[in-house]
């Protein structure tokens, strides 16, 4: 699966159905997601800025950095956002076993166990660089998970990327019910702050709602 567009194309949502890759667009809602979190500072200044505009969104954490960070994850469900599974190491799920992914799943979820919290939708997974093959799949939806994809790439996380191509590749192929992803990521934190108050007051003026992921 090539996960490099900005824009997902219709074909590749069409070839891989059991992913969920928007929602319903009948509604302005946008569903601003998080990868590979939580990372210190970055996250609790993301929160920070989502709450300035009454947004709610959905972080998908990386289990050792939760591990890490575990009084930011408690940040994150404190602040009424979703969570969801994003592996326990960034693993590559083209490059890993199936086994060793779906353990590397299961860690993760018993990592947020541990901390006897009730997260919102823990069972929410997204593959790390959008790689995963078909068998990784059946595993997974076996599980219980929902595999999360998305709609629209910012390319934060691309130090190539400036700050107002980041923003154009958000609000100029956005449509309601899109899936956007940005990085609670050190990397990606250079266009991230710039960026992710300019997003949410350009849709917050024009009516949009900014959901969850349940």
């Known amino acids: 699966m090539n ?3 900005t824009k997902i194309p219709k074909w590749i949502r069409s ?4 992913q969920i890759w928007n929602f319903s667009n009948s509604r302005k809602e946008i569903f601003l997601t998080f990868d590979d979190g939580p990372t210190p500072e970055i996250t609790d200044w993301v929160l920070n800025t989502l709450e300035q505009f009454d947004a709610k969104a959905t972080f998908f954490c990386i289990g050792n ?3 890490k960070n575990p009084t930011i994850f408690k940040n994150i469900i404190k602040a009424g ?3 969801g599974n994003h592996t326990y190491n960034h693993e590559k799920g083209w490059k890993t076993k199936n086994e060793d992914y779906l353990n590397s ?8 166990e541990k901390l006897n919290l009730k997260p919102n939708n ?4 997204r593959p790390p660089y959008g790689k995963i093959k078909r068998s990784q799949t059946k595993l997974l939806l076996k599980k219980g998970y929902k595999i999360v994809m998305w709609s629209i790439l910012s390319w934060d996380f691309d130090t ?3 700050t107002n191509q980041c923003f154009n590749n958000v609000i100029k192929n956005n449509e309601q019910g899109d899936i956007i992803v ?3 990521s050190v990397k990606a934190f250079e266009r991230l702050q710039i960026v992710l108050p300019k997003v949410l007051e350009y849709f917050s003026d024009k009516g949009f709602v900014f959901k969850r992921i349940s």
């Open 160 to 162: 190539s990327t400036t």
């Open 65 to 67: 950095n939760i591990e």
């Open 105 to 112: 799943a299961l860690k993760t979820d018993r990592i947020i």
């Open 122 to 125: 823990s069972k929410l997974f």
């Open 3 to 5: 996960s490099y567009f």
């Open 81 to 83: 956002h979703s969570v």
């Open 182 to 184: 940005f990085h609670d």
């Open 15 to 18: 070839v891989y159905p059991k």
